[in-house]
């Protein structure tokens, strides 16, 4: 095809599901808003709470800010695709989804990374971790993670741009680099190689992550302190790393190797996983597991209603001299009349 902007892909990944689109589009709906609404929470919780103001927990926030950015990329336009007859996308648009998708893709994993450096310096070297994790320390380190994120992306979707191509069929729901670079009429050498850099590149930050792991793990052996902060804090993130990571490896290996005439259902569902469960899972694993960030959230859905003023009628039995008694909600008898004299 001579001018490549004029193309208007199909995405087939949806085929399977044209009887019951209505159904798919309600679930997929209010998930998004759950996903948007518990990530909201989170972000607005720890921006207002400036106890909440420590690097692991900005490193959650960005969490949450990048599972924002990746939903917001994938649902609004599934959900134009359910509740419409045919599943299309202009080239540009395709161009641009894979551009963020990546960048999404790329800066949860690099986060991932920054987190688990983040940990092994608090409990390999706890007496040294606000030397070494500074306020500016934690400002680079987050904005290496989206520039690099974003570079990659970049690059990736300049060298998909200007393949020439010769079909107009993607056999998923979304654009992705692979399914692209699939249809050109060209050799793809270069986009092979850069794939390859980006599986090294990323390949050992999954090496640095275990190595940390593997040093915080025996750091943890030796202390009861140290393994309830990794109970704490490493575990939500194990949890996080290993879903999104098998759910990555699946997709870009069956992309890759793996025959397209069957199993769309399968390859639907793991394609999926990794845009739709992490921005989901995490601000719920890391709300419910960090003591810090649950407390702070039950107190604003559920705040504490003050003392309890009673007559004077009262006082003669239980606070003698006083005028008035403050019984606080949750605290003992004698906290509430200490406080009252």
């Not at 010769?166 to 009429?185: D, P, Q, R």
């Not at 390949?203 to 915080?216: D, F, G, H, K, P």
Request: hydrophobic fraction near 45%.
């Amino acid at each position: 095809m001579e001018n490549s902007t004029e193309i208007v892909f199909v995405l087939q990944g949806l085929n399977e599901t044209k009887s019951n689109k209505r159904t798919y589009f309600v679930v997929t709906f209010l998930v998004y808003l759950f996903t948007i609404l518990v990530n909201l929470t989170l972000i607005v919780t720890i921006i207002l709470e400036k106890t909440l103001h420590e690097p692991m927990l900005i490193f959650l926030c960005n969490l949450c800010v990048n599972g924002i950015f990746g939903a917001s990329t994938f649902y609004p336009k599934i959900l134009v695709d359910l509740s419409s007859d045919v599943s299309v996308i202009s080239y540009e648009a395709c161009l641009a989804q894979m551009c963020v998708i990546y960048s999404y893709v790329f800066c949860e994993y690099t986060t991932l990374a920054v987190m688990a450096y983040d940990r092994y310096v608090a409990i390999c070297k706890p007496l040294n971790y606000h030397s070494i994790i500074t306020p500016g320390k934690v400002g680079k380190m987050l904005l290496f993670t989206w520039l690099f994120s974003i570079t990659e992306s970049i690059i990736g979707m300049s060298l998909v741009a200007r393949l020439p191509l010769c079909g107009f069929n993607i056999e998923k729901i979304y654009c992705i680099n692979w399914a692209v670079v699939k249809l050109s009429c060209v050799d793809t050498t270069i986009n092979h190689i850069y794939g390859y850099i980006l599986m090294f590149s990323h390949i050992s930050q999954a090496v640095l992550i275990l190595v940390s792991y593997i040093n915080i793990v025996k750091a943890s052996v030796r202390s009861q302190e140290q393994r309830s902060k990794f109970m704490q804090t490493c575990l939500p993130h194990l949890i996080s790393l290993t879903n999104f990571t098998i759910a990555l490896v699946f997709d870009i290996m069956y992309a890759r190797y793996g025959p397209t005439s069957r199993l769309q259902a399968l390859r639907n569902f793991m394609s999926l996983e990794y845009l739709v469960v992490p921005p989901l899972l995490n601000p719920l694993i890391y709300g419910l597991k960090l003591n810090q960030i649950r407390r702070r959230i039950l107190r604003h859905v559920k705040p504490d209603p003050g003392p309890l003023h009673l007559p004077s009628r009262f006082l003669s039995q239980v606070c003698p001299g006083s005028s008035r008694l403050c019984l606080y909600p949750n605290k003992p008898l004698l906290y509430s009349i200490y406080c009252c004299l």
